[in-house]
Structure formats: structure tokens, C-alpha cells
């Protein structure tokens, strides 16, 4: 085999290295299929994955139905919440149009026809842990899961009461948190809860402390560098929307061992403000960079490499690249090349591919392996005094202007609603450090403790959400808000002016 075509064997199937850590797919596979639906499953199984990580709601007939948002407008043909529909009401919902074409009629799938999905080799089911939203589940979700005995089920919720009675009930419990600290520690000890999910650099920060009498999973580990250090640690599990990425980044800690650098393959986030360098019409999500890519060889042998931009979404111009080089063991390669383009939607970034290509040697066999990095854009803002007037994006050509208000009152952020545009009935919602909050006209948000001394900042979006033209909308001053893969990478509030 040659090396260009190991390199398209690696592309198209990840190396079956397995776990731990176990590698689940974060409402199934969302890059390549319709969230949280048959397909999307079906299609993280395919991958390689260990399993799926999927949310469930009740319908108004009772039934467990995937689904994450308490509405069905963003993902399905069908509107308001899915409490108020009844299962004969939801039957004919498309749950895959608005993803594309090729997924129009998918269904809108209920929990017990999710848990008979089959795995790759026969016998061998894969993983689920059903997240559930609403603690009065519990009965329907139970029942279903019985109906499947031989299944490895995990169901979380961020409820300690609702992990308790899970516990009770016979089921395994997954606590869900955003930070994993002593009292979350000692309350899984003492109730014997069997799992706790909470972001990864909430378990790094705990790397000396004490042990966990329970299975630690990350939750929505999408990042190089959260990956590279789930698979290292490694957790017990963790789900993900990057499935191919985090196929690559086990595979790679698996051949090699020994290395303890930095992810392969860095690149900068790309600073961005809209309509700064581009000509109007090209989208407001866009701009001109010159990034500096830093590679380097991270096996114990020499390695060809070959370097790409794969694009997501909008369009891209692009100099410097595809590029190739020949490395030796630990050998770094920095090159900088040009970019110019983006979108009207937030998310849905570029991201640098390199393919790794080796020979046979002692102890080995030829092979490829393809790890890929995003280059995240990201809005910027300072925390300011005062009162200040940030302006919403506009995602189609025709939005109208939109604007918020953001402010800082001690260790108090102040973010409130101005113009909505043509938003009826806006609320406010906020993404701060890993966490969303929701509100009316407005919120008032404790900072991080450790703001003043962050830096690098925290992330940081906000934005509005109602309805427009009769349907539900959400407009943003960067990604992040309202939340899910769709939503982009948040910017980044700092506490003081960068020199």
C-alpha cells in the first residue's frame, strides 16, 4: 500500500483502537446526520463508536421522546413545546429536513426505539446513557430500559433526587455537574451513585486529589487538547460530537504511549470582526487571517505528513496550503498560510487536517493516521464599566439591526436586551464559562472568582431568543448561545484591555 492510499484508508475509517476511555457519540452523530434521530445513532455506531448519548423528554401522552430542546421548532417541522403534542400528534414530524434533503422524513424517534439499536458486530450492543430531562421520566424510562436487560445503560440527570431514585429503581445513575467538587465527591460516595459527568478541565483541575469511588465521564468533549487529555488521563468515558476526532486522538495515544507533548497539531483562534475586511454580502461571520499552523511528529518513527483546510461551512480562499513534509521523531514543522472567507451562520469552523503516514518498521505495521484541529473564530469583548452597546450578527442579508447592552458592577456582569429587531417577546440568554443562563429583559451574572487574574479571559457570548416571522429564532452576538453543536464556539470576555 502506498502512502496516499494508507492516507485515504485512515480518512475513511479510524483506526478500531478501543477503550477505555469509552467513546459515545453526543446525540449520536451530529456532524453527519440529524441530532438525537435513528439515523444520527445508527450512524455514530458505523463510525466506531462505543456508543450514544442521547437527550429524552416526555411527550403529552407520557412517552420518552429524543429530543433536547423543550420545543420542537429547532430540530423538527413541527412547533411549540413538545409537552403540549401528544404521540399521535407527533406522528409524521420530520426530525431531518432542516439538517438537508437526504435525512427529509426522518422521524422523531421514542426511547424504545432507540435502545434496540444494533452494534457493529453481532452480540456486541453498544453503550447508552439516556440523559434525562425531566425528573417525572423516571417510570416510562425505567420500563423501557428493562425491556432491554442485557443492555450497558447509564441514565443521567443533573438532579441529585432523580439519581437517587434511579439507584433505587434498580437502574445505573449518572450525575450530571458542572463542577465536580468535595461535596459532589462525597454525595456519589455516600449514595453510591455509579457515574459522574461533568466537562474535562473540571477533572483536570482534581488530577492530585483525592479518589472517586465512581466512573468519571466528560461531557461534550470536542476540543484537540480536552480530547488528548481524556484519552490520556483516561476517563472512564466521554461523549462527543467530533467522533472521527476523538476515534484519532485514542488511536494515537494507543501508538504512542510515550508521548507526553502537546496536541500534534495547533493552530491559533482567528480574531474576528464582522465586516472589518471583507466587502459587504460575503456574511458578517468572516475575515482575513494569516495563521501560524505548528506541527510536530509525535511518534517514536519518521513520518510523512500532509496538510489541508476542510471546510464546513461558507467559503473559503485559501494560500499555503495543501502542504507536505517529511519529519523525524519529535521534529516540529511552522508554517503560515493565508485565509480569507466565512459565512453568514455562526459555527461550523474550518479545520486544518494533517495525515501522518509511516512505513513498516520493527514492531509495527505500515500506517496513517489523520488528526485535524478547528480554527475557531471568535468574537472579543472587555468586561466594560459602563454600560456598552454590542451589536447582535446578522445571519441572513435581510436581518434587521439588533443590539444588547453588557456591563460590569463589581464581581456582577449586567447583560440586558435593546433593540430586538423584529424578535416578538426576546428573552435574553448568556453563555459564561461553560455554563447558559436564561432570563427575561435581562440577567445579572456572578463573575468567575478568578476573573481579574484570567488573562486569556473567559467565553463568553450573549443573545436573544423569540419569534420571527412565526418561528422560533435566536440572534447572537457570537456562537455559543443558545447552546448544541450548532450554536459555534463562544467568544471571550476579558477583564481589562489587552496590550
Known amino acids: 500500500m502506498t502512502g496516499a492510499d ?8 479510524p483506526l478500531a483502537i478501543g477503550g477505555p476511555p469509552w467513546i ?9 446526520a440529524p441530532e438525537n434521530t435513528l439515523a444520527s445513532l445508527r450512524r455514530a455506531v458505523e463510525l466506531g463508536l462505543d456508543g450514544v448519548e442521547y437527550d429524552v423528554r416526555a411527550c403529552a401522552s407520557g412517552e420518552a421522546v429524543l429530543l433536547h430542546d423543550a420545543r420542537l421548532d429547532r430540530t423538527t417541522s413541527a412547533s411549540g413545546p413538545l409537552r403540549e403534542a401528544t404521540l399521535p400528534e407527533l406522528h409524521g414530524v420530520d426530525a431531518g429536513s432542516w439538517f438537508g434533503r437526504a435525512f427529509a422524513g426522518e422521524p422523531l424517534p421514542l426511547l424504545d426505539e432507540a435502545l434496540p439499536l444494533l452494534g457493529r458486530e453481532p452480540g456486541a450492543p453498544p453503550m447508552h446513557v439516556v440523559e434525562m430531562k ?3 421520566l423516571l417510570g416510562e424510562v425505567e420500563r423501557a430500559v428493562r425491556n432491554h436487560p442485557r443492555l450497558s445503560v447509564r441514565v443521567a440527570s443533573a438532579r441529585r433526587d432523580a439519581c437517587v431514585e434511579l439507584r433505587d429503581r434498580g437502574l445505573v445513575p449518572m450525575l450530571l455537574v458542572t463542577r465536580p467538587d468535595e461535596d459532589v465527591r462525597r454525595f456519589v460516595r455516600d449514595e453510591r451513585i455509579a457515574a459522574c459527568a461533568a466537562p474535562v478541565r473540571r477533572w483536570r483541575a482534581l488530577a492530585d486529589g483525592p479518589a472517586w469511588d465512581c466512573e468519571r465521564w466528560g461531557r461534550a468533549v470536542d476540543a484537540p487538547a480536552d480530547l488528548l487529555d481524556a484519552c490520556r488521563w483516561p476517563l472512564f468515558g466521554f461523549h462527543t460530537n467530533e467522533a472521527r476526532r476523538a476515534l484519532a486522538v485514542r488511536a494515537l495515544c494507543a501508538l504512542a504511549p510515550g508521548d507526553g507533548g502537546a496536541y500534534p497539531v495547533d493552530v491559533p483562534e482567528l480574531r474576528l470582526e464582522p465586516q472589518s475586511e471583507l466587502e459587504p454580502g460575503r456574511g458578517e461571520w468572516a475575515g482575513r487571517w494569516h495563521p501560524r499552523l505548528r506541527l510536530r511528529n509525535p511518534f517514536p518513527w519518521p513520518v510523512r505528513v500532509a496538510v489541508e483546510l476542510r471546510v464546513r461551512r461558507g467559503a473559503f480562499e485559501v494560500t499555503g496550503l495543501p502542504v507536505g513534509a517529511a519529519l523525524r521523531p519529535k521534529q516540529e514543522l511552522v508554517h503560515v498560510f493565508g485565509l480569507a472567507g466565512g459565512s453568514w451562520r455562526v459555527g461550523g469552523d474550518p479545520c486544518v487536517a494533517a495525515t501522518f503516514v509511516w512505513d513498516a518498521g520493527a514492531g509495527r505495521a505500515a500506517g496513517a493516521l489523520t488528526l485535524d484541529a478547528p480554527l475557531v473564530r471568535v468574537r472579543e469583548l472587555v468586561a466594560p464599566r459602563e454600560a456598552r452597546r454590542v451589536e447582535l450578527l446578522r445571519e441572513r442579508p435581510d436581518d434587521a439591526e439588533a443590539t444588547m447592552t453588557v456591563r460590569r458592577g463589581g464581581p456582577w456582569l449586567f447583560v440586558a436586551a435593546e433593540n430586538p429587531g423584529e424578535l416578538e417577546e426576546p428573552s435574553v440568554v448568556v453563555h459564561l464559562d461553560g455554563q ?13 472568582a478568578e476573573f481579574d487574574r484570567r488573562a486569556e479571559g473567559v467565553p463568553f457570548s450573549c443573545g436573544l431568543l423569540g419569534m420571527e416571522r412565526g418561528a422560533w429564532r435566536a440572534r447572537r452576538w457570537a456562537g455559543g448561545v443558545p447552546g448544541g453543536l450548532g450554536s459555534g464556539a463562544p467568544g471571550r470576555l476579558y477583564p481589562e484591555a489587552r496590550g
Not at 494508507?6 to 475509517?13: E, G, M, R
Not at 436564561?438 to 468567575?448: E, Q, S, W
Open 134 to 136: 425531566e425528573p417525572d
Open 24 to 32: 459515545l457519540g453526543h446525540t449520536g452523530a451530529p456532524l453527519e
Open 436 to 448: 447558559t443562563h436564561y432570563g427575561g429583559r435581562g440577567l445579572r451574572l456572578r463573575l468567575p
Open 6 to 13: 494508507a492516507a485515504s484508508t485512515a480518512l475513511a475509517t
